[in-house]
């Protein structure tokens, strides 16, 4: 990168009065939806928007509709629900990618992918800059600052929400007064959704005490309503990542849609927790997202029957630094994606099945087996098809137990 590129990425930029060109990540909501205008008002800006379909439940054409009669110059939309699948949610699968223990990721994986197709965006239409809808409190700011100064660190980028101070009243007092077309009865609580999960924010929801209402659901049914009958389903993975359902061969795409269908039917899938921001402040999340719950352990599992101790053991490290590097924005790292290569490495011929039963909100893992795996029952087995010669374990014992020996024996002199 030239100086001069650098000097403009860290300084903060003064944009005067006169015509920039920005390209905004739009999600058809009240705040992009209000920046839209803000932009042109502000900034005398021309705007371009696009919104990225990364498998949340929306209605495209409303939403470029919406954008135009706000006053973007143009709209694209962008399909990139299979992209997701594929290339992020597989990764994520294969690093059992769970933040502090309890969080698969859902928004945070998307960022980046949203935050490249803005970029194709802005390259194509000769912007000037890029624009989000960020707060200035939250890791989105971070997964698009990031994504975007990595990929085209001449862009200046915006993120009105960090400057203009307005609460969700005033935003919507000036979408009424500028007759933008919005939806302020929508729901009070701030949700972001995609194929891997959906979370939910806001509200009395702040109130860590405060036990999350029915009606913030959408995808898990509540208890009162599942099946009285188990459901058992067998997840086949190949490579380390997931195939089939029930003996039936699926795309990524359409077997995470349909076990948010089934493990949702259920009630499985929910997380309700405190999170550590990456900007240091603790917040409560909650999430819907039974696939990828049910992915992630069914994987976990399945993997036990190939890797050796110290592999799984290392492995684990991996995958803890995979899921907080992506966490924190950092997915166009170069660590992240050596951190891939070795993931990638440890999957080979991880391939068999994982037989789950979900009831009543509850997901078992009831069986695995692998094709061609470590796991050896000749050598484990009681019965007399055992290969294993136990004498062999008298003198592996001795010498296990040798330095505590010597180490009582030294304490017994002592004393
Ligand atoms: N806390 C989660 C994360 O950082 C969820 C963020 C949801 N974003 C949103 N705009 N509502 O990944």
Not at 333 to 341: E, G, N, V
Request: glycine share 8%; with cysteine.
């Amino acid at each position: 990168m030239s100086v001069k590129i650098l000097r403009r990425t860290l300084k903060n930029h003064p944009v005067g009065g006169s015509g920039v060109k920005i390209a905004l990540a739009y999600s058809g909501g009240l705040d992009t939806t209000v920046m839209i205008r803000w932009l042109k008002d502000r900034y005398k800006a021309e705007v371009h928007t696009v919104t990225v379909d990364v498998g949340q439940e929306e209605d495209f054409e409303e939403i470029a509709e919406k954008a135009y009669k706000s006053g973007a110059s143009t709209h694209t939309n962008v399909d990139a629900k299979e992209r997701f699948a594929e290339e992020y949610v597989s990764r994520a699968i294969k690093a059992n990618a769970l933040y502090q223990g309890e969080y698969p990721l859902s928004s945070a994986l998307s960022r980046p992918l949203i935050a490249e197709e803005v970029v194709k965006v802005a390259l194509r239409e000769g912007c000037d800059a890029v624009a989000h809808g960020c707060t200035g409190k939250g890791n989105d700011q971070l997964r698009f600052d990031t994504t975007f100064a990595a990929l085209a660190p001449h862009l200046k980028i915006f993120a009105p929400v960090r400057e203009w101070n307005m609460n969700r009243d005033d935003e919507i007092e000036y979408a009424l007064e500028h007759n933008l077309p919005i939806n302020p009865r929508k729901s009070r609580f701030s949700v972001d959704e995609n194929l891997w999960g959906r979370s939910i924010e806001a509200g009395e929801l702040e109130d860590p005490w405060v036990e999350v209402p029915e009606e913030a659901y959408k995808l898990v049914t509540p208890l009162s309503k599942t099946p009285d009958k188990a459901e058992e389903v067998v997840i086949g993975f190949e490579n380390g990542v997931p195939v089939s359902l029930n003996g039936t061969r699926m795309d990524m795409l359409n077997l995470v849609r349909e076990l948010n269908h089934i493990g949702g039917r259920h009630g499985y899938g929910l997380v309700d927790h405190v999170e550590d921001r990456v900007i240091g402040l603790k917040s409560r999340e909650v999430y819907e997202l039974p696939a990828a719950l049910i992915l992630i352990k069914a994987h976990r599992d399945l993997e036990k029957l190939f890797l050796g101790r110290r592999f799984q053991a290392f492995k684990q490290i991996v995958d803890t630094a995979w899921a907080d590097l992506v966490y924190s924005g950092l997915w166009a790292d170069p660590l992240r994606k050596a951190l891939d290569s070795f993931i990638d490495m440890s999957q080979r011929g991880v391939d068999g099945e994982v037989k789950i039963r979900l009831f009543k909100g509850t997901m078992r893992i009831v069986g695995r087996r692998g094709v061609n795996p470590m796991y050896s029952k000749e050598a484990i087995t009681y019965s007399r098809e055992s290969i294993f010669d136990q004498k062999a374990g008298e003198g592996f014992s001795k010498i296990w137990a040798l330095e505590t020996l010597l180490s009582s024996l030294r304490e017994r002199k002592g004393g």
